[in-house]
C-alpha cells in the first residue's frame, strides 16, 4: 500500500510537470535562502563564545548624568580596572584594553607593522587565547615583555619555539623581549590584535593622561570570581556595588553632573554595541533579527506558492479522492497520503536547496565577509535539516490535505464541474487569493525595506560632513617624524600635488576620546560635561577644508595660540557664550582664550550626535597623524612623492597611509551588506511570488479554456480576455499594497532609530514599492493570459 502511495505520488509529480518545477522551484529557492541565513545567524552568535570564562567575563560602560540629561560611554577611566579588583570582593580579574592600532616591530631587516593593543597582567587568566608558548600568569607581566601572535612568530622569527624570549625592536625606539606566543586570533573573536603590551608600559610611554580619573579612552573588561561548584557571584549584586564606585573621585552623586558604572556580558558585546539611553541596547543584533525575519518571510512566501497550487489542483483530484472514499479510504489515510506527497516534493526541494547554498556560500562569504563553510559533517547541521524539511512539508502540505480530504464522494462522482464535490470551493477561492495577499505584503514590505535602507546608505555616505574627505590623506607621526616635522611639513608643502599640510592627535574619520576636566568662565564647577579633545598643527583648519563660526584658525602670527582652543558649535551651546573669542578656558594645568569657533563637523560615525570639541595647538609636539590634502586627480604621483620623503626623514619605518573617505565608509560596512542582502532578498522574494502567480495563472488559464474559446468565437478581443483573466489577480496584489504599507512604515522607522542623522521615509517609496508589485505581477500573469487569448478557438472546443 505504502508503495502504491509512493508510486501514485510519483506519476502525479511526473504527470504535472509544470506545477511540479514551480512548487520544487520556489521552496528550494526558499530553503537555500533559509539556510544561508541561518548559517549567517549561527555565525554572528558564535563570535565570542569560545571562551571558557564566557559566563563570568563583562565588559564596563558608564552613565553620565549632566545637565539634566543622560549619556552612555563605553570609554572608561585608566585605573578603573585595578580600583574595580580592590574595591569589589567578587571580581577576580580585571584589565583595561587600549586599542593602540598598528605599530612598527623590526628584528634585522625585517620591518612590519602589526595590530598592537596595551592590556594588564590579567588578560590571559581571563580570556581563552591559547598560548603555544609562556604562561598566562608571566606574559604580560613583564613592562619590556610582549606578547605575539603565531603568525607574528612566523613572519619575524620562523617559529613560536624560536621566537621565545627573543628582543623585538618596537618603534625603532625600545628593545621588548617575546614573553609569549598565543595561537592566531580567531575570525569570531571581537578582539583583533596581532600582540599585545603591557598596560603600565604604555601609560610609562608618555600617556600620563591614563593614570587620572578625568580622561576616558579604553575599554575595561573583568571577570567574576566563582565559588568551588564554579557558579559565578551574582552579577545584579555585583553591579550593585560598583554603580557609585566612581563617586570618591570627584564625581559626588546628587550634583548636577555624576556617573554611574554599568556591566555587559562580555559575549553580548559583539551583538549589543549601540547605546541607546545610556544603555547597551541594539547593534549587529538587529539585523540578526531582521534576517531571522526574512528568512521566516521567505520560506512562508514558498510555503504560500505550495498551498496555492495544491488547493488551486484540487479539482483534478476530486474523482481520484471520491472513488478512494468509495472503496473505503479513510481521511487520515488520505491526509497521510497528501501529506505524503508534500514530504516528497519538499525532499527534492530541500536536496536541490543544499546544492544551492553550496555553489552561492562563496558569493555569500564574499558578500558578507565572512569565512562560513557547508556543515555537512555535522550532525546539528542534518537534524536541523530535517527538522526545517519536516516543518515545511507540514506547513506547506497540511491545507491542501485536510482540504482535499475532506470532499464529499456523492457529489464528486454525481458531478461533471471542475468544483463538484468541494464543500467550501468558495472559501477554498478566498484562502488562496488570502495567501497571495499575504505573499506579496511580505514582498512589498521587503521592497520598501530595501529602497529606505540603500536611501540610507547613500544618505551617510554622502551627506557634508563639515570638512572635505575627498583628497585627503593621513599617516602615522611616528619615528623620527616627530623630531623632523617641521622639516616634513615644509618638504611635503612644496610638492606639486600637495595643496595643504598638518596634522591631529586623532583620525579624521573617527574620534572617540573624551574628557570633562574642562571648565570656563562662568561654568558650573559641579556640572561637568564631556568633552572631545583633539590636539592640531597650524593650517588645520584649511587642510580639513572646515568653516569658522566665529574668529580664526590658529597662526603663527600669533605667539599666545600655543595655549589658546578651538572649539565646535556644540561646544558653545554647552558654554553658552554670546561673544565667545576671548573668552577663558581652563584644562587640568593649561589655561588659555577661545580664538576661534569651528561650524560643527562629524568626527564620528552619523549614529551618534555631534559632541562637544576642543582643539588645541600642538604643532611642537606632534603625534597621531599627519593631514595631507591632496590635489584632485594627481592621487598616484602625490603617494608616490610622500613615499620618498617620509622614507627619507624616518628610514626605519614603513609608509603606510590611510583615504579618510575610505575610513569613513567602513564605519558603515553592517549597513552596507544590509543594503545589498535586502537587495537580493527583495527580489528573491517577488521571485518566489511570482512563481505562484505564474502556477495559479497557467491553472486559472486552463480552467477556462473552453470560456475562453466562446469569447473568442463571440468576438471578444486578446485585450479584453487579458484584462479579464488579469483582474483577477491584481486584485490581491493592490490588496497587499494597503496592508503592508504601515508594517513596513513602522519597521523602517523603528530601523532608522540607530541614526542620529537619517533620512526621510517618503510616500512616493510606498508609491513606487507598490507599481513594482503590481508591474511584476502583471507581468507575470499576462505571459499565461496573452497565450491563452491567442490560443485558436477550435482546438478549444473541438471536443464539444
Not at 571562551?51 to 577611566?77: C, D
Not at 621588548?176 to 592566531?184: D, G, K, M, S, Y
Request: with cysteine; proline share 4%.
Amino acid at each position: 500500500m505504502i508503495r502504491n502511495y509512493f508510486k501514485i505520488a510519483f506519476r502525479n509529480l511526473v504527470k504535472n510537470k509544470t506545477f511540479s518545477a514551480v512548487n520544487m522551484l520556489g521552496l528550494a529557492l526558499g530553503l537555500a535562502c533559509s539556510l544561508m541565513i541561518l548559517l549567517w545567524v549561527q555565525d554572528e552568535r558564535s563570535v565570542d563564545a569560545f571562551h571558557a570564562n564566557k559566563n563570568q567575563l563583562y565588559r564596563i560602560y558608564m552613565r553620565e548624568y549632566f545637565s539634566g540629561k543622560m549619556q552612555g560611554v563605553i570609554w572608561t577611566p585608566g585605573p578603573l580596572a585595578e580600583e574595580l579588583k580592590k574595591s569589589i570582593p567578587e571580581i577576580q580579574y580585571a584589565t583595561p584594553y587600549e586599542w593602540v592600532s598598528d605599530q612598527t616591530f623590526s628584528v634585522g631587516t625585517k620591518v612590519h607593522k602589526q595590530a598592537t593593543n596595551s592590556v594588564g597582567p590579567d588578560f590571559f587568566k581571563m580570556f581563552s587565547y591559547k598560548l603555544l608558548q609562556g604562561t598566562a600568569d608571566a606574559a604580560l607581566n613583564d613592562r619590556n615583555g610582549l606578547a605575539i601572535s603565531r603568525r607574528m612568530a612566523e613572519l619575524f622569527f620562523g617559529s613560536p619555539e624560536a621566537a621565545i624570549g627573543k628582543p623585538i625592536r618596537f618603534d625603532n625606539r625600545t628593545d621588548l623581549r617575546i614573553t609569549a606566543v598565543f595561537e592566531n586570533v580567531p575570525a569570531n573573536s571581537t578582539l583583533k590584535f596581532d600582540c599585545l603590551r603591557n598596560w603600565d608600559a604604555f601609560v610609562a610611554d608618555g600617556n600620563d593622561w591614563a593614570k587620572g580619573w578625568g580622561s576616558t579612552d579604553p575599554l575595561t573588561f573583568f571577570m567574576l570570581r566563582a565559588d568551588r561548584n564554579g557558579v559565578p557571584a551574582d552579577p545584579a549584586k555585583v553591579e550593585a556595588k560598583m554603580q557609585h564606585l566612581l563617586d570618591k573621585f570627584n564625581r559626588d552623586e546628587g550634583k548636577p553632573f555624576h556617573t554611574e558604572l554599568a556591566m555587559q556580558p562580555f559575549h553580548e558585546y559583539y551583538l549589543n554595541s549601540t547605546i541607546k539611553d545610556a544603555h547597551m541596547d541594539g547593534g549587529r543584533i538587529e539585523y540578526v533579527r531582521l534576517f531571522s525575519f526574512v528568512a521566516v518571510f521567505i520560506l512562508l512566501i514558498a510555503c504560500i506558492n505550495f498551498m496555492n497550487l495544491a488547493t488551486a489542483r484540487s479539482a483534478k483530484r476530486a474523482k481520484e479522492v471520491g472513488v478512494r472514499k468509495v472503496v473505503g479510504a479513510m481521511r487520515t489515510v488520505l491526509i497521510g497520503q497528501f501529506i505524503g506527497e508534500a514530504m516528497l516534493l519538499t525532499v527534492c526541494s530541500v536536496l536541490l536547496a543544499v546544492l544551492f547554498v553550496g555553489l552561492l556560500l562563496p558569493s555569500f562569504n564574499t558578500l558578507t565577509g565572512k569565512q562560513i563553510e557547508l556543515p555537512i559533517g555535522g550532525f546539528s547541521f542534518w537534524g536541523v535539516l530535517v527538522g526545517l524539511t519536516l516543518l515545511t512539508g507540514l506547513l506547506a502540505g497540511s491545507y491542501p490535505a485536510f482540504f482535499l480530504s475532506s470532499l464529499s464522494p456523492i457529489r464528486v462522482l454525481k458531478g461533471s464541474g471542475p468544483s463538484s464535490g468541494l464543500k467550501g470551493n468558495t472559501q477554498s477561492t478566498w484562502f488562496r487569493q488570502g495567501l497571495v495577499v499575504f505573499q506579496f505584503s511580505l514582498s512589498i514590505i521587503l521592497i520598501v525595506g530595501m529602497i529606505i535602507i540603500y536611501r540610507q546608505v547613500e544618505y551617510v555616505q554622502t551627506k557634508n560632513l563639515g570638512y572635505d574627505r575627498e583628497n585627503l590623506i593621513y599617516f602615522p607621526v611616528e619615528g623620527d617624524l616627530k623630531k623632523n616635522y617641521e622639516v616634513l611639513k615644509t618638504e611635503l608643502s612644496q610638492l606639486p600635488g600637495v595643496r595643504q599640510v598638518s596634522h591631529m592627535t586623532a583620525s579624521p574619520a573617527s574620534n572617540g576620546s573624551g574628557t570633562e576636566g574642562i571648565s570656563w568662565t562662568g561654568s558650573d564647577p559641579n556640572d561637568k560635561v564631556r568633552f572631545t579633545p583633539v590636539g592640531v598643527g597650524y593650517d588645520f583648519v584649511k587642510t580639513m577644508n572646515l568653516k569658522l563660526a566665529d574668529g580664526r584658525d590658529f597662526s603663527t602670527a600669533f605667539p599666545t595660540d600655543s595655549t589658546g582652543f578651538l572649539i565646535n558649535e556644540a561646544a558653545l551651546k554647552v558654554m553658552g557664550f554670546k561673544h565667545p573669542i576671548g573668552q577663558t578656558i581652563t584644562w587640568g594645568n593649561r589655561k588659555g582664550t577661545i580664538v576661534g569657533v569651528l561650524k560643527d563637523f562629524h568626527f564620528q560615525s552619523l549614529h551618534s550626535t555631534i559632541r562637544p570639541l576642543i582643539a588645541y595647538l600642538r604643532e611642537t609636539r606632534p603625534d597621531g597623524n599627519v593631514l595631507v590634502r591632496i590635489k584632485a586627480g594627481q592621487t598616484a604621483e602625490a603617494l608616490a612623492q610622500l613615499e620618498t620623503v617620509c622614507k627619507k626623514l624616518n628610514p626605519n619605518f614603513p609608509f603606510t597611509y590611510s583615504f579618510t573617505d575610505q575610513e569613513y565608509a567602513r564605519q558603515y560596512q553592517s549597513e552596507q551588506v544590509v543594503s545589498r542582502l535586502s537587495n537580493y532578498f527583495a527580489f528573491l522574494a517577488i521571485f518566489i511570488s511570482c512563481l505562484g502567480l505564474f502556477g495559479l495563472a497557467t491553472f486559472t488559464a486552463e480552467q477556462r479554456t473552453k470560456e475562453i474559446g466562446i469569447r473568442k468565437v463571440l468576438g471578444a478581443s486578446v485585450v479584453s480576455i487579458v484584462g479579464l483573466l488579469s483582474q483577477k489577480f491584481l486584485k490581491p496584489v493592490a490588496i497587499a499594497i494597503v496592508l503592508s504599507s504601515p508594517v513596513a512604515w513602522w519597521a523602517m522607522n523603528q530601523w532608522l532609530q540607530g541614526f542620529a542623522y537619517k533620512t526621510d521615509i517618503e510616500w512616493w517609496i510606498f508609491a513606487l514599492a507598490g507599481a513594482l508589485a503590481v508591474l511584476i505581477a502583471l507581468l507575470t500573469v499576462s505571459f499565461q493570459s496573452i497565450k491563452a487569448a491567442l490560443m485558436n478557438p477550435v482546438k478549444s472546443l473541438k471536443a464539444e
